[in-house]
T-cell receptor, first 116, second 117 residues
Framework: AQKITQTQPGMFVQEKEAVTLDCTYDTSDPSYGLFWYKQPSSGEMIFLIYQGSYDQQNATEGRYSLNFQKARKSANLVISASQLGDSAMYFCAIIPPSGGYQKVTFGTGTKLQVIP | KAGVTQTPRYLIKTRGQQVTLSCSPISGHRSVSWYQQTPGQGLQFLFEYFSETQRNKGNFPGRFSGRQFSNSRSEMNVSTLELGDSALYLC????????????????FGQGTRLTVV
């Protein structure tokens, strides 16, 4: 079984500052994939970034980077230079070795609010 | 290219009724997954369809069912609605291949917000 833990129900960040959203995971599978999604109030889940368990380098996508620490089983999302449009719910998710979205497990989410 | 389209966006039903939700995936995507999102339970996997076959099913009662058509469009049906079925139902479309590479990225629709009264 896989599990994702997001311990921060809500976060505030000043516009233009960086923020880190925490995510720890638990899995017995030797390989897996980790995702971060953003969900604005409109409801749509927007893919942000992906990290494979065997990837040597931390994933980056524009202002998003994933601080992957495999030994600690953590996959924190770092958003640099926060913008007002970053205010949303953020979900960390893990997929099993078989891949796909057959049984992806999501965390409970962190609500990020960017303050002007 | 067009994104994932879910219809309807909002729905109000009464207890005991049944409801059908629709999801049109991105062109070329063969996998459609469905999720239920509630404040209390978060995002929970319902089922996944690939090439018209249900590949996996989550821990939901038999009142929840689905199907996929030859054009990859998918529908989910909930019969005998209960108040607890009120939720945002999201569908995700992906290529559906195996492995854990980034090509497993899924694109979500905006969801159908179902309210049962």
């Amino acid at each position: 079984a896989q599990k994702i833990t997001q311990t921060q129900p809500g976060m505030f960040v000043q516009e233009k500052e960086a923020v880190t959203l925490d995510c720890t995971y638990d899995t017995s599978d030797p390989s897996y994939g980790l995702f971060w999604y953003k969900q604005p109030s409109s409801g749509e889940m927007i893919f942000l970034i992906y990290q494979g368990s065997y990837d040597q380098q931390n994933a980056t996508e524009g202002r998003y980077s994933l601080n992957f620490q495999k030994a600690r089983k953590s996959a924190n999302l770092v958003i640099s230079a926060s913008q007002l449009g970053d205010s949303a719910m953020y979900f960390c998710a893990i997929i099993p070795p078989s891949g796909g979205y057959q049984k992806v497990t999501f965390g409970t989410g962190t609500k990020l609010q960017v303050i002007p | 290219k067009a994104g994932v389209t879910q219809t309807p966006r909002y729905l109000i039903k009464t207890r005991g009724q049944q409801v059908t939700l629709s999801c049109s995936p991105i062109s070329g995507h063969r996998s459609v997954s469905w999720y239920q999102q509630t404040p209390g339970q978060g995002l929970q996997f319902l089922f996944e369809y690939f090439s018209e076959t249900q590949r996996n099913k989550g821990n939901f009662p038999g009142r929840f069912s689905g199907r996929q058509f030859s054009n990859s469009r998918s529908e989910m049906n909930v019969s005998t609605l209960e108040l607890g079925d009120s939720a945002l139902y999201l569908c995700a479309s992906s290529l559906g291949g195996g492995g854990t590479g980034v090509n497993t990225e899924a694109f979500f629709g905006q969801g159908t917000r179902l309210t049962v009264v």
